[in-house]
């Protein structure tokens, strides 16, 4: 920069102009990896979580507790990787994001509620609603991967 007390030139603001669009295409490019990590991790831990929840009211309802705590303490870790580094996210992450959460929870809500209540016995549910959420994880990482 010049020491002109008016300003830049034009030479030198271009190249301040160009400098902030190159740092902004790459804290964009390639920033949201934790968070598409914690999308497939939650898919992962939710939908492998379901089966073991058939197998234990197949046996004994009280050992649910471990399935659940196995759950929640990936969830955990994967949610502290997404925060510790997670320091910024691609533009349009949001809607997509809220998007594919909501399918998520809706499938969860599905597979353990109405799993458990209505179709304990039912293999075929559990895997059925595992499976979508798999789908859901694995097309929800996917386009935030391609945005």
């Given at each position: 920069?010049?020491s002109?007390?008016?300003g830049?030139?034009?030479?030198?603001?271009?190249?301040?102009?160009?400098?902030?669009g190159?740092?902004?295409?790459?804290?964009?490019?390639?920033?949201?990896?934790?968070?598409?990590?914690?999308?497939?991790?939650?898919g992962?831990?939710?939908?492998?979580?379901?089966?073991p929840?058939?197998?234990?009211?197949?046996?004994n309802?009280?050992?649910?507790?471990?399935?659940?705590?196995?759950?929640?303490?990936?969830?955990?870790?994967?949610m502290?990787?997404?925060?510790?580094?997670?320091?910024?996210?691609?533009?349009?992450?949001t809607?997509?994001?809220?998007?594919?959460m909501?399918?998520?929870?809706?499938?969860?809500?599905?597979?353990?509620?109405v799993?458990?209540v209505?179709?304990?016995?039912?293999?075929?549910?559990?895997?059925?609603?595992s499976?979508?959420?798999?789908?859901?994880?694995?097309?929800?990482?996917?386009?935030?991967v391609?945005?």
């Open positions: 920069m010049s002109d007390p008016t830049p030139s034009a030479q030198a603001a271009r190249e301040m102009l160009q400098e902030a190159r740092l902004g295409a790459a804290s964009r490019a390639g920033a949201s990896w934790p968070h598409i990590n914690m999308l497939l991790g939650l992962a831990i939710s939908s492998l979580s379901l089966l929840f058939w197998l234990v009211g197949q046996f309802e009280s050992l649910i507790a471990l399935p659940m705590i196995a759950m929640l303490v990936w969830l955990a870790i994967f502290g990787f997404m925060l510790a580094n997670g320091r910024s996210t691609k533009l349009g992450f809607r997509r994001w809220m998007t594919f909501g399918i998520w929870a809706g499938l969860w809500i599905l597979g353990t509620i799993g458990l209505f179709f304990p016995g039912s293999l075929w549910f559990f895997i059925a609603v499976s979508a959420i798999t789908a859901n994880s694995v097309i929800g990482a996917w386009r935030e391609r945005a």
